[in-house]
């Protein structure tokens, strides 16, 4: 430490007596306009103090000389606008998919809610487009496994699929023909060329002609004797190129294979009814719907 009264021979200035390896401080006082304009945030945070709310207390804060709140505001506006859907949202609950769907008030306010309760609850895994992926449903086509009616839409949202909380979901199970033993590599082979000209894609037609007996055997009982699928019990459609785990030789042999068994949630105890028929209508203004 050096003297505090030393001048610095440069500057002219009085230095403060700190000394850093030799690098010593001068004691130039603040600007005038820097102090004032501390002093005065200080006179501004008091008197914000006093008017807005701003200290904790146990008993929920003060309130400030004018009462004002964010809270409060954004409060009295989310209030009026609950009061303005209470009428729509009475409807909605008292009305079926169908009605909500030729009421232009009741399809766009419900389509609007859906699409935001999609967002939230489906878009993880259904995309947030609807696009679907590899064992995700697309919900923007027209092929349904458990059928595409406004009702039948509304029924696979409420209770789910092979949900294990809710007795009415829709349950279905393929069975694991290469993992059980029921046919062998050779004919798991020829029943997966058989499904890939069903579906018009590139197959060996010599090893197809010998899958076709198969496919009735152990195949079409669900499938349908064309491949064309049934709704009743989720068997997809195999005439088709869409596919819910892709359509390769390789993933069809899989699947006949050792099936994988998807699984959605009953959303209806979680919910409720009034948003399931919102996101059905959602899903139903995406254009698939029959």
Same mark, same amino acid.
């Given at each position: 430490m050096?003297?505090?009264?030393?001048?610095d021979k440069i500057s002219g200035v009085e230095t403060t007596g700190h000394?850093?390896?030799?690098?010593? $401080? @001068?004691?130039?006082?603040?600007?005038?306009?820097?102090?004032?304009? &501390?002093?005065?945030?200080? *006179?501004?945070?008091? %008197?914000?103090?006093?008017?807005?709310?701003?200290?904790?207390?146990?008993?929920?804060?003060?309130?400030?000389?004018?009462?004002?709140?964010?809270?409060?505001?954004?409060?009295?506006?989310?209030?009026?606008?609950?009061?303005?859907?209470?009428?729509?949202?009475?409807?909605?609950?008292?009305?079926?998919?169908?009605?909500?769907?030729?009421?232009? $008030? @009741?399809?766009?306010?419900?389509?609007?809610?859906?699409?935001?309760? &999609?967002?939230?609850?489906? *878009?993880?895994?259904? %995309?947030?487009g609807a696009q679907g992926a590899v064992g995700y449903p697309n919900l923007n086509d027209d092929d349904w496994l458990w059928g595409g009616k406004?009702?039948?839409?509304?029924?696979?949202?409420?209770?789910?699929?092979?949900?294990?909380?809710?007795?009415?979901t829709h349950t279905s199970q393929m069975p694991a023909f290469g993992r059980d033993g029921v046919l062998d590599d050779q004919k798991i082979a020829a029943v997966t060329q058989y499904v890939l000209k069903l579906a018009k894609l590139d197959h060996d037609e010599a090893k197809a002609t010998a899958g076709a007996q198969i496919f009735t055997d152990n195949c079409a009982a669900c499938h349908g004797a064309n491949g064309e699928g049934n709704q009743d019990m989720g068997a997809p459609r195999l005439s088709d190129q869409i596919w819910l785990y892709k359509g390769t030789a390789e993933a069809i042999t899989a699947?006949?294979?050792?099936?994988?068994?998807?699984?959605?949630?009953?959303?209806?105890?979680?919910?409720?009814?009034?948003?399931?028929?919102?996101?059905?209508?959602?899903?139903?203004s995406l254009g698939g719907s029959k």
């Open positions: 050096t003297n505090r009264n030393e001048i000394d850093w390896d030799g690098i010593k $401080e @001068l004691n130039n006082p603040l600007p005038r306009w820097w102090i004032l304009t &501390f002093y005065a945030t200080i *006179a501004f945070s008091i %008197g914000y103090m006093v008017v807005y709310p701003s200290w904790p207390t146990p008993g929920g804060g003060t309130k400030g000389l004018w009462g004002w709140s964010s809270r409060h505001d954004i409060q009295t506006v989310m209030d009026d606008v609950a009061k303005g859907r209470a009428d729509v949202e009475k409807k909605i609950s008292s009305s079926d998919i169908n009605a909500i769907m030729a009421s232009p $008030e @009741l399809k766009a306010f419900a389509v609007s809610a859906g699409g935001s309760a &999609f967002k939230v609850h489906c *878009a993880a895994c259904h %995309g947030a406004p009702e039948q839409i509304v029924a696979t949202i409420a209770h789910g699929v092979r949900s294990p909380t809710d007795s009415a699947q006949v294979t050792n099936p994988r068994h998807g699984v959605m949630p009953a959303w209806e105890p979680q919910l409720g009814p009034d948003k399931v028929k919102e996101l059905a209508a959602y899903v139903i």
